[in-house]
């Protein structure tokens, strides 16, 4: 069935969008209100990684890239999965992981959420019952690499509230 918004361009223009960003910086939250907000299906890497990597960073080691290129696999296939819209909280944090997964989902647009580091650690810290230890914020902040500009998508401030975050990218990716 058609709705009326996808024949007026507003669901079906933005194709599959991941919202990526280092541990605290509001992927799980921004991304499932941006999903709501749009429409559209709603996933969260967090819970494709295999249990070997949950152990992993529970236990505050990083993950390898070796770690995570099978778990980038997985969450390619959901993008691939959702040509006509999807959102995907996805840390994503250095470029060649962006590159796997726009393998998997050409023309696939980025969220990156940016802020202040100790704005975003403060965040991490005071979440509670989840496995990421707040250790391992400063290996995350080291692995960040920012979009370059060749690469789709859009920066946001996290010191903005979640609807405020929502409403800007909302009108960014339908620009
Ligand atoms: N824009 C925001 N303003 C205030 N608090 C936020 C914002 N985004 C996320 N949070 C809070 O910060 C914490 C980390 O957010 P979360 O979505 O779990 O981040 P991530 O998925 O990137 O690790 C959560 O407690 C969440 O409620
Ligand atoms: O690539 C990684 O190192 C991890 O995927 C990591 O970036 C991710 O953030 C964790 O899954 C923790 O989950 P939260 O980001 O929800 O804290």
Request: charged share 25%; glycine share 8%.
């Amino acid at each position: 069935m058609t709705t009326a918004a996808q024949r007026d361009g507003l669901v079906d223009a933005h194709g599959p969008v991941v919202v990526m960003g280092v541990s605290g910086s509001g992927k799980s939250t921004v991304g499932a209100a941006l999903a709501r907000h749009l429409g559209v299906p709603f996933a969260d890497a967090d819970d494709l990684h295999p249990p070997a990597n949950i152990a992993k960073m529970s236990a505050g080691e990083p993950l390898t890239d070796e770690d995570r290129w099978p778990w980038l696999d997985v969450v390619g296939e959901w993008l691939a999965a959702h040509p006509e819209g999807g959102v995907m909280s996805c840390s994503a944090l250095r470029r060649a992981y962006r590159d796997r997964l726009r393998s998997w989902a050409p023309g696939l647009r980025f969220v990156h959420l940016d802020g202040e580091a100790s704005l975003i650690a403060m965040r991490q810290s005071a979440r509670e019952g989840h496995f990421m230890p707040p250790t391992l914020q400063a290996s995350q902040q080291r692995a960040l690499e920012a979009l370059d500009p060749d690469e789709p998508g859009v920066r946001v401030d996290v010191e903005a509230t979640v609807e405020a975050l929502v409403a800007t990218v909302a009108r960014d990716l339908n620009a």
